[in-house]
């Protein structure tokens, strides 16, 4: 991944490689107190593209508009502010294991020698749902708060969604407490990124939270544990939906392609075709290979498997209670957990935990 910077031109209050924008001030040449700086990071999506006649593609000119616009933003604002750009852009249909990992690499490498006030990320909206929830546990300890943002628009386009979004997302930044979890900035709306969930594919306010933020959450990270080593290959975590037809050899099928562990998407309060001839057998064998998580298929509630004795079944294979996670924050869960070396006993407990208000129950 290579990553182009772009500093804020040659503003006198311009953040630098040294540390902190420093004001001189008008009595004796004293120093006062730096100016907040935001970073922002544009990972690609469709902000950043242009109509090409053969559909929207990258568009050379956006990190020009974009210094443009955040310039604006942040002048209005008085805050100083940094942009990173990745390069090539990503095209968030094409987001895999590695995408929220190393962007939380680099975010982390950039906070530790820059030290803003906040941090907003532009990424697509198709996976924008998905980045944001790994994004809130990896970067849940770098002391700045993050903003995810995106738009339906192209910057450049009239009409655009883009600059109120990326508005809304600086100022959140530069104004939330250094503790606050990952959010989504979008349609208006700030939206925590480990509840939110894309529910409409061209409404300017395309995200929504299925659940409340969990209570109490204990936003605390080990960052020491092992298996968090960047240059292993991150976690695949896939997800398998209970539908009607679906029998015990498809379940085969989804473990035998090896991923790392496997979100189960479960009927109501987590139900499942315990009678389909070898499910439970082929859930058994599956939980004792690999760690499978339990979430409801449902807009809102969560999990309960002691509810019904088909859920009382599908908790005796291994099936790991996901409580009222989102899909996303599930997904994003798991594979954090798995990279950081959780195993057993152990990584049950910490699914089960409510670390970033991921979870309410």
């Known amino acids: 991944m290579i990553l182009a910077t772009f500093p804020a031109g040659a503003r006198p209050h311009r953040a630098d490689?040294?540390?902190?924008?420093?004001?001189?001030?008008?009595?004796?040449?004293?120093?006062?107190?730096?100016?907040?700086?935001?970073?922002?990071?544009?990972?690609?999506?469709?902000?950043?593209?242009?109509?090409?006649?053969?559909?929207?593609?990258?568009?050379?000119?956006?990190?020009?508009?974009?210094?443009?616009?955040?310039?604006?933003?942040?002048?209005?604002?008085?805050?100083?502010?940094?942009?990173?750009?990745?390069?090539?852009?990503?095209?968030?249909?094409?987001?895999?294991?590695e995408t929220a990992p190393r962007i939380a690499r680099a975010v982390r490498a950039r906070v530790n020698t820059h030290r803003p006030r906040g941090v907003g990320i532009t990424h697509g909206t198709d996976t924008l749902a998905f980045t944001a929830a790994r994004l809130a546990f990896e970067l849940a300890d770098i002391g700045a708060p993050v903003v995810l943002t995106g738009s339906q628009l192209p910057l450049g386009t009239a009409g655009s969604d883009a600059p109120g979004n990326l508005a809304?997302?600086?100022?959140?930044?530069?104004?939330?407490?250094?503790?606050?979890?990952?959010?989504?900035a979008f349609g208006?709306?700030?939206?925590?990124?480990?509840?939110?969930?894309?529910?409409?594919?061209?409404?300017?306010?395309?995200?929504?939270?299925?659940?409340?933020?969990?209570?109490?959450?204990?936003?605390?990270v080990d960052r020491d544990a092992p298996g968090g080593d960047p240059l292993t290959a991150p976690a695949r975590?896939?997800?398998?939906?209970?539908?009607?037809?679906?029998?015990?050899?498809?379940?085969?099928?989804?473990?035998?392609?090896?991923?790392?562990?496997?979100?189960?998407?479960?009927?109501?309060?987590?139900?499942?075709?315990?009678?389909?001839?070898?499910?439970l057998e082929a859930l058994r064998e599956a939980s004792s290979q690999l760690p499978i998580v339990a979430v409801t298929q449902c807009a809102t509630g969560g999990i309960d498997l002691g509810r019904y004795a088909v859920g009382r079944e599908l908790e005796s294979t291994g099936v790991i209670d996901g409580g009222d996670m989102t899909l996303e924050a599930a997904l994003a869960k798991l594979a954090f957990a798995v990279d950081r070396g959780a195993r057993g006993p152990a990584l049950r407990g910490l699914m089960q935990a409510n670390l970033v208000g991921e979870r309410g129950c």
């Open 17 to 97: 490689a040294g540390g902190g924008p420093r004001e001189i001030s008008q009595n004796g040449g004293m120093p006062t107190q730096p100016r907040p700086s935001v970073l922002v990071f544009a990972t690609g999506g469709t902000i950043g593209m242009h109509e090409t006649g053969r559909g929207l593609a990258p568009d050379p000119e956006f990190p020009a508009a974009l210094e443009t616009v955040v310039a604006g933003i942040c002048a209005r604002a008085g805050v100083d502010f940094r942009i990173n750009h990745l390069t090539p852009p990503i095209d968030s249909a094409n987001a895999d294991a």
């Open 168 to 184: 809304l997302a600086i100022g959140a930044a530069v104004r939330a407490k250094q503790g606050a979890p990952a959010s989504i």
């Open 188 to 220: 208006g709306s700030l939206v925590p990124a480990v509840r939110a969930t894309k529910f409409q594919t061209d409404d300017p306010a395309a995200f929504r939270a299925e659940r409340g933020l969990g209570p109490n959450p204990i936003g605390m």
């Open 237 to 279: 975590i896939v997800t398998f939906r209970f539908v009607p037809g679906v029998t015990a050899d498809d379940l085969r099928a989804a473990v035998g392609a090896r991923p790392d562990g496997i979100v189960l998407e479960c009927y109501g309060s987590g139900n499942a075709p315990t009678a389909r001839p070898g499910m």
